[in-house]
């Protein structure tokens, strides 16, 4: 293939996305009136909630635990430990000024920087504001500063280890914004705090933490998001953090419906001239347009300020200066929201700030993976194994009906790009060809002929993986050597079509899988359709369709598993490779992120309990592994399938087939009985 044909290839996942993203997007009109908005803020706050997973119903008690002071020239640090979950701590530092207060109140919250709430951008602004008089609260947000997997700080809390939660639906971004609320708690709980007086502020991912956290919690009278605001659609072509996802937004609103939820209290965005295009200056404009009009509508236009400072992604002195005459007219009532110059500002050296020295963490403290095993653990023991076969039937139609939410409904054409005589193509000969699934997007497909010439085929193999073929070369010419025709699928967004700079870190499809996710079709969805267009083109192109065997490798055995699970036509399915279990206390090993449905474990359940919606048919596990990629003990490997097991049982069948990893080499042997 031409490398200009190949570089078209790789844009051709990202365009289709962006058509779909304009469509939904037509769709979010701004409000006529304040009675259309109210109406529209209701439904607004509840999706956005549903998609970062929701909120506990009950509040634990914040136990708030100072474990360390600090005496600067007039103001004081104090080192104070909170539980915002059962179990879970967040490390905070409350800056104080001198006096009895009460004094008006800001939480700051750090972005990717990798002191955190230590890190010299944080503490200045925490210092400027506690010198003019605010009390000041620095936190470590989940999974970042003290609270990474490891205890030095540093860590980056996004790519496979915020992809622990989800599975869960408990998105890193819902857990943030539900801990930032809980902050305000803390403050209102504070005898020194004027209650009635609180204000957020962050910058880059601690500025879509601020935009979040001010559009759902009210007691937060000023919110001030700095290098996060643009627009959603500008998320989409470049690499955005973990934390910075949430699925589906696009099905339900543009950014300009999230600041619209701060209305009437006091808004401002500042963006420098230099930064990516999703925090963009231009991007920004955009959302400001539609958040306005909003404001507009409560009568309070000069409650919504757009600050643009010339600089890089920061968060500098001339902003700070924004944004301390902002925090000044509406916890004050002083001034006119015009920037206030900065007192004498002196940080100090991270450690010092900590409160847990490195080493000194508690045993018991959550990490971000542990944290997203006891929300898994909690989830897949709800999967009840039925008692008879109609018990399994009526839990099988549910899934189905959920997965295809996620799925989407079957095209009722598959556009060819070649025609393919079957019965006249000579025996062991391959061609490659490509179709659209869906308009705007390809898959590539390599058929390769088993049957003689003349011959029906009696069977025919279905095989993909996400990285690499889904056959090597050998087992392909085991294929054909056995009279069994193989169809090769390259999905959508992998291999030739894969978009360029798609891995951060280990997460290997990290950019494609979160572009998917932002127009609510995850890819694991998308490629279901992929395979369900291999059934079609095969029952369209032999006139009497052969036996087919569904074999994936790898992650890709979850739209594997579940196009054979939805598609009657499919005889039996073979998984070499899988991941088999969700549910881990570490951070996932390299892999795919598009292969994981965001909240699966509540609706669907692991990934082996998933062999189930296939039973009675044959599967075939040949090597289940972990998210680490280590191969599974037999107790981990009996866990993990103990419900699909049981679901063979009930069904009367013996077809649940677990092979260990030495089975690799004689698979084929095995499945077809040669």
Known sequence: MANQDIAQKSLEFLGFIRQQARELASGHKLPKNLTEWQNQRKHLRQSLIKAVGGFPAKKCELAPHTVGNLAFDGYTVEKVVLQTIPGVMMTTNVYRPQGKGPFPAVLCVHGHWPGAKQDPTVQARCIGLVKLGFLVLAVDALGAGERGVDQALGEYHGEMT????????????????????????????????????????????????????????????????VCSVGNYQAYLGVACCMCELLPGALAFTEEWGVLGLVAPRGLMVINATQDAVQFSVAEAKKSLTGAQAVFKQFGKPENVKHVIVESKHDYNQPMREAMYGWVTL??????????????????????????????????????????????????????????????????????????????????GRVELRDEIAVAETEHGESLEFEISPEQGVSCGFKWSKGSLRGEAAENIIISSALVGGGLSEKERNWCLENRIDVLEVTLRATGRYEPENNTIGHALDHNAAQWAAWIGRPLAGQWVKDFQAALAWVIAIYETPPEITMVSRGAAVVPALLTTAMQSRISRLVAIDPPLTLVSDRKYGEGQLGAIFPGMLAELGDIGQLFSLVAPRPSWVIAGKN????????????????????????????????????????????????
């Open 627 to 674: 998210m680490q990629a280590e191969m599974l003990e037999r107790k981990e490997l009996i866990h993990s399938l103990s419900f699909a097991a049981s679901i063979y049982k009930v069904m009367d069948s013996r077809e649940l087939h677990v092979l260990s990893e030495t089975a690799r080499e004689v698979w084929l042997e095995r499945v077809f009985g040669s």
């Open 330 to 411: 509406h916890l004050k009532g002083e001034g006119d929201g015009s920037p206030i110059a900065e007192p004498p500002v002196k940080t100090v050296d991270s450690e010092m700030l900590r409160c847990f020295q490195q080493g000194g963490r508690p045993v018991e403290f959550q990490t971000v993976p542990m944290l997203a095993k006891r929300f898994a653990t909690q989830m897949v023991s709800k999967q009840v194994k039925p008692l008879h076969k109609e018990h399994w039937e009526a839990q099988r139609i549910l899934k189905l009906g959920m997965l295809r939410r996620y799925v989407g409904k079957q095209s």
């Open 162 to 225: 915020a992809a622990t939660l989800y599975a869960t639906g408990r998105s890193l971004a819902g857990i943030q914004i539900y801990e930032n609320m809980r902050c305000a708690d803390y403050l209102q709980s504070r005898r020194d705090v004027d209650s009635n007086n609180l204000a957020i502020t962050g910058t880059s991912g601690g500025g879509n933490q601020t935009m979040y956290a001010g559009a759902l919690e009210e007691r937060f009278k000023a919110v001030i998001p």
